[in-house]
């Protein structure tokens, strides 16, 4: 993945989103959309930082939230830094966290996947469940 690749994982959420609406007439927040594209693009930086070699995108919805998983073949594991409201850059995750339901990190045979779950009817709660494995 390289950087302009980051725009397109946006565009290609906010088509997705669109088209559940439009398809299943679903309700999606202008706020889940705006998280939802938001996510998307901090996993997307973060593989083209990170991990080199390929990537996979992955999104699926029931309708209620959007699940974003992101593959790649880096094996380092993402961890989010202490808040340090000094800190220039390398806060990526900590956004994430903020705005999704849940974001669950595993270990691949080869790589590693972050899946996402971000609330569609934009509901602030952002109460999670966070794993890493």
Known sequence: MVSGDIAKVRDFVREFLTGAQTVHGWAVSARAMDAARLVASELATNVCKYAPGPCLVDLETD????????????????????????????????????????????????????RA????????DTSSDRTAE
Not at 117 to 124: E, K, Q
């Open 117 to 124: 779950r971000v609330t569609l009817s934009g509901n602030s």
């Open 63 to 114: 309708g209620t939230t959007l699940s974003i998983v992101m593959w790649d073949s880096g094996a380092v594991l993402p961890v989010a830094s202490d808040a340090d409201p000094t800190r220039i850059g390398q806060h990526g995750l900590e956004l994430v966290l903020m705005v999704c339901q849940s974001l669950e990190v595993r270990r691949e045979t080869v790589g590693k996947s972050l």
